[in-house]
């Protein structure tokens, strides 16, 4: 089971486009114990997996679910959503929009 949750841990990390130290910064870890997580060779404490869905915008369950494949298009879609929903969430209103709007003419070419 640790194994399985080390694999999705790197995966969804990769595909966030997240390394190693960033993702030890956002939780307030080193990088270290991200590298170790990562494969296997330390327990992950239930308080940094909190973190780290949340980091990555992702249900706990992401996790632990055997149906959760990476790689999809469908995944891949959601990944990018969710990083895209992270990002604005740090832009004022307008830039906010700005980005709808540019989003919104490119969807009509």
């Known amino acids: 089971m640790e194994q399985r949750i080390a694999a999705r841990v790197r995966q969804h990390r990769q595909a966030a486009g997240l390394t190693q130290s960033e993702l030890a910064n956002k939780i307030g870890a080193h990088t270290q114990q991200i590298y170790r997580y990562e494969t296997g060779g ?3 404490p239930a ?6 869905a949340r980091v990555l915008a992702l249900p706990l369950e992401a ?3 055997e149906q959760t494949d990476i790689g999809t298009d ?10 895209v929903a992270m990002l604005l969430r740090s832009l004022s209103a307008e830039r906010r929009s700005a980005i709808i709007d540019l ?5 009509a070419e």
Do not use: K, P, S, V
């Open 47 to 52: 308080t940094h997996l909190c973190e780290i």
């Open 103 to 107: 989003l919104r003419a490119m969807a």
């Open 42 to 44: 330390g327990r992950i």
């Open 74 to 83: 469908d995944e891949l879609l959601l990944r990018d959503t969710r990083t």
């Open 63 to 65: 996790f632990f679910d």
